[in-house]
């Protein structure tokens, strides 16, 4: 009798430790290709937003590029304050040349 039951303890704790098993196992083939997939998408994702702020950065250069050649008197007014100069004809007189020198600065 007590063999019965001892018996039928170690079949319930076999049976339980096989359907764990399958069960972690049918997780992991579930989960982990969706992991995979999510791991790629971020991936291109990243990219893709790289390879965007790489243009948008040689952009901004050559529009500073541009922007330095270009005559004072085309800049925007809150540009011109910020140099020094209180109005057009302080920076765009004929004392001042009208275009940034190659080595200038900005600001």
């Known amino acids: ?7 039928k303890a170690f079949r319930f704790v076999a049976y339980s430790a ?31 937003e790289m390879q965007f702020c790489k243009l948008s950065a040689r952009d901004v250069m050559l529009e500073m590029h541009n922007f ?3 005559p004072n008197k085309n800049l925007p007014f809150f540009l011109l304050s910020s140099i020094g100069c209180s109005s ?3 920076c765009c007189g004929s004392q001042v040349p009208c275009q940034w020198e190659e080595g200038d600065s900005m600001l």
């Open 18 to 48: 096989v359907t764990f098993s399958l069960i972690a196992l049918v997780s992991v083939f579930v989960t982990l290709p969706l992991v995979n997939n999510y791991i790629h998408s971020v991936h291109l994702r990243v990219h893709d």
């Open 1 to 7: 009798m007590e063999e019965d039951s001892r018996e």
């Open 88 to 90: 057009e004809l302080d």
């Open 68 to 70: 330095r050649q270009t």
